[in-house]
């Protein structure tokens, strides 16, 4: 079985002296994995984070392939920003350890790709990253509802999130139980209503941020020491 694609790669490990093991996002078929023989003089080269031209070749999906890889862009932009850095190995370890394999997953491929490149033209791009782990949530089947109270369904005045259901909340509804509930930072309505114009404070993304995390957490069952260290440093930096 063979097949070409493009995807960002989202995770390399060592296997045995000189192979590595890469795992990427791709466009048609999902998160995918694969060995590249003889590559460890290639790690200066393959990032985590590199979009790339890839061939997968195995005698069934249920093995693990051999992968041979064409450079596209790299993120060598990432390691001047920290913040951009932190975010980068945030996403990518949180889509290598949660995404079922050989899926397509084509919102969260778009999104990435819209992530990435917000990135380089540096617009908005808390916006993108937040719309990336939305979507995450959403497409694995826990997406959130921001668009009206959980409590009398208005659209109106919405400021708040529940933790138990992941819903909106009104100011009249949960003002009496604010301190049971998140905070709705106007960033997060605004990218659940596609409105990408606004522009978030550090303080507003680290609120966001937070929310999110706890939601991934809840529902993915995420228990990864190198996740909660990515994460826990991009909120310190912030």
Not at 43 to 71: F, H, P, R
Not at 171 to 177: A, E, F, M, R, S
Request: charged residues 20%.
């Amino acid at each position: 079985m063979r097949w070409q694609d493009k995807g960002i790669i989202v995770g390399i490990r060592k296997y045995g002296d000189q192979h590595l093991i890469i795992s990427l996002l791709t466009k048609q078929h999902g998160l995918s994995k694969g060995l590249t023989k003889n590559a460890i003089k290639k790690t200066s080269i393959l990032q985590v984070g590199d979009y790339i031209n890839v061939m997968w070749s195995a005698k069934s999906i249920s093995n693990l392939g051999y992968l041979k890889c064409e450079l596209i862009s790299s993120t060598l932009h990432y390691f001047y920003d920290s913040i951009k850095l932190m975010c980068m190995a945030s996403i990518t370890s949180l889509i290598d350890k949660v995404l079922p394999e050989n899926e397509a997953q084509p919102v969260i491929y778009q999104s990435f790709i819209n992530f990435i490149k917000a990135t380089k033209s540096n617009f908005n791009w808390y916006n993108q990253y937040l719309k990336l782990e939305l979507n995450i949530l959403s497409q694995l089947g826990f997406a959130l509802d921001l668009s009206k109270c959980a409590v009398n369904n208005s659209n109106h005045n919405l400021k708040f999130i529940s933790p138990k259901t992941g819903k909106a909340i009104s100011q009249d509804v949960g003002l009496q139980y604010k301190k049971k509930l998140f905070p709705l930072p106007k960033i997060l309505q605004d990218i659940y209503n596609n409105d990408d114009t606004y522009q978030c404070s550090n303080k507003e993304f680290k609120l966001s941020l937070k929310i999110l995390g706890y939601f991934l957490q809840k529902n993915l069952s995420i228990n990864n020491t190198a996740l909660s260290s990515y994460r826990n440093e991009l909120i310190n930096q912030l």
